[in-house]
């Protein structure tokens, strides 16, 4: 191995990077032929540098509870993820498929709820989600689209084969990182970065504002578009702006917006300007106190009804959370099924669900060997990681389950494959997910990269930002004949 990976442990898991005999990959070797030729203090400084600049951009994110501060800067890894063309392709593939199927599932639990009737959803699992709306059930979206914008994390199993963990259906976070990661990247290795075949992802605002307009009320030719924050308090508040930059559009918070006539309109310095599309980042239940929490100060009141008349749309619709509660994701392979008469390109992990009485029993039963976790919770909150729980924690959980099934789910441990981090003086192997972006509008469009989350703690399956992750870009070859060549050359 070169220089800085002497130390590097290969075994026990995928990786990333080598094969189990310690030869480099041949999509990373032109990279390793760089960084392997480094000295430690050479990456180090390139990795400072990199941090550096991430503070003084202020790429930030909030960690709820945290006392030692509000923001931290998002830890990043300078060592990219790279896939190859051809795999890039099956991964592209099985989200389009897997989106398709989602927005016509819920395009159906809105309106005819023919999967309910045939019984291949349990119409209980449904009516019972935390974030299914009925008040909107009729209720016709732009162009039949609930999800238009989705971040899919995707793991590897210990022979490198993809799965999908979860869908990020509500509001997606992360796209602002992959787009940073990327131009820390090109700033660190410049010659490096313009050899290689690596897809842009810069088109990523263009692309999203592309999707938004595609919403707009039937007659409006050049749309209003705002990004609506909860405000500055929240965790991806960073991220509301970036994305509001890069679309060249503004961001507002609830007050800045009114509704008169069922339009939607917003403040500005020279009056009333009517807004036609919002990429809200807000919970549905705090979008407007008159239909969902009374008292939430995030809102737009009537903010529900224009959107009912058509005269706003909102990205992504009102009660898209049901297709990413977490025990509905376990029928998301039989949902693909009976829409597409297909098989999933990409597989779910083995989920058992709490609201079947066999799968509690084995979930109560075997809580040491598996991980657990509240379906409507995200950021690596309310989950049990068995093997390592204490058997306190355990006991604590196992009451809870018994108390509500519905609201959990289990899954086996997997072995999640490994990516080289670097340490002090060189390379350890860390586990590492993908949650590559899916935006629906005139057609699906996949995001060639994403941002690859990497669990920062040595032996941690957890890669949540919240939960001490940090991140990494992510290369997708534009061609991995022409990547071939120029490793040869």
Known sequence: MPGLFNRYQTSGFFDEVFTPTSSPRPHYRALLSRVGSLQPSEYSALQNAVDAAFLRMGVT??????EQGTERIFP????????????WQHIETGLIQRIT?????LNDIYHGQKILADKVVPAELVVSAAHYRPEFRGVRVPRGVYIHICGTDLVRDDRGRYFVLEDNGRCPSGASYMLE?????????????QSLPVRPVDSYGTMLRETLAHLAPRGVADPVIVVLTPGVHNSAYFEHCYLARQM???????????????????????GLCQVHVIYRRIDDDFLDPLVFRPDSMLGVPGIASAYRRGHVALANAIGTGVADDKAVYALVPKIIKYYLDQDPILPNVKTYL?????DCSHMLANLDKLVVKAVNESGGYGMLMGPKASKKQREEFAVRIRKNPRNYIAQPVLNLSRHPVFVGQGFEGRHVDLRPYVLYGDRVRVVPGGLTRVALRKGSLVVNSSQGGGSKDTWVLWDDQKNQALEDR
């Open 101 to 105: 199927a989602l927005n016509l599932f």
């Open 61 to 66: 994110f909030t960690v709820y509870g945290d």
């Open 354 to 358: 709490g609201v079947n009485k066999r």
């Open 76 to 87: 990043f890894d300078l060592m990219p993820r790279i896939i190859p063309h051809s795999e």
């Open 181 to 193: 990661n990327r131009n820390a990247m090109k700033r660190a290795f410049p010659a490096l970065f």
């Open 248 to 270: 060249g559009v503004p961001i507002v918070e609830g007050r800045d917006l009114i509704v008169r006539g069922e339009r939607v309109f917003m403040r500005t310095t020279k």
